[in-house]
């Protein structure tokens, strides 16, 4: 299994510009998610899905849209880049919950360097 | 809502000696709590998880962290520590409310290990 990919590892973009970070996963998960990572701010989340045909906000959706066609894919798009969007940004995806377990382990990919000039 | 508080940005420890990265966290319900790494530009992986059953949490690489509800706590803990755990470090708490995976990270704490 490849796990958690995402393409690409690295883009620059002017201001303005839009463009869409891939994710895939090849465990057939149902849960995935997109998050950012800022220095010091830890990993925040952007959006998530719970399912084919099935997504929603997390913490800071704003400038972001996500659409969930298939289980294996979640592509993030970036609508018009802004400077604050530099970040890095990692997918995950895990299992759902388990009755009486809780929350499984999230499996994240390798993470998009991405610079707004 | 759920919370989590790294209480340290940096830590920084002599190989061979004990690691303790402390965690604070405040959830509404029964909270699933995980400790990920993240090595030098590597994605995050899971050290060790908790969810309800023992209290007393073993993960790889020979770490674990203890679950006490009486303190809201979840520190992470080695005995003797190596070269190769200088990393990043992340507290994350996780429950049921509204549905959904959600996880709420840290900030962090990034281990300095010295020879």
């Known amino acids: 299994n490849a796990g958690v990919t995402q393409t690409p590892k690295f883009q620059v973009l002017k201001t303005g510009q839009s463009m869409t970070l891939q994710c895939a996963q090849d465990?057939?998960?149902?849960?995935m998610s997109w998050y950012r990572q800022d220095p010091g701010m830890g990993l925040r989340l952007i959006h998530y899905?719970?399912?084919?045909?099935?997504?929603d906000q997390g913490e800071v959706p704003n400038g972001y849209n996500v659409s969930r066609s298939t289980t294996e894919d979640f592509p993030l798009r970036l609508l018009s880049a802004a400077p604050s969007q530099t970040s890095v940004y990692f997918c995950?995806?895990?299992?759902?919950?388990?009755?009486?377990?809780?929350?499984?382990?999230?499996?994240f990919g390798p993470g998009t360097r991405l610079t707004v000039l | 809502a759920q919370s989590v508080t790294q209480l340290d940005s940096h830590v920084s420890v002599s190989e061979g000696t004990p690691v303790l990265l402390r965690c604070n966290y405040s959830s509404s319900y029964s909270p699933s709590l995980f400790w990920y790494v993240q090595h030098p530009n590597k994605g995050l992986q899971l050290l060790l998880k908790?969810?309800?059953?023992?209290?007393l949490v073993k993960g790889i690489n020979g770490f674990e962290a203890e679950f006490k509800k009486s303190e809201t706590s979840f520190h992470l803990t080695k005995p003797s520590a190596h070269m190769s755990d200088a990393a990043e470090y992340f507290c994350v708490v996780s429950d049921l409310t509204g549905g959904g995976n959600k996880l709420t990270f840290g900030t962090g704490t990034q281990l300095k290990v010295e020879l």
């Open positions: 995950a995806s895990s299992y759902p919950p388990t009755s009486g377990r809780g929350h499984n382990e999230q499996f």
């Open positions: 899905s719970v399912g084919a045909g099935i997504t």
């Open positions: 465990m057939n998960h149902e849960y």
């Open positions: 908790y969810t309800s059953a023992a209290t």
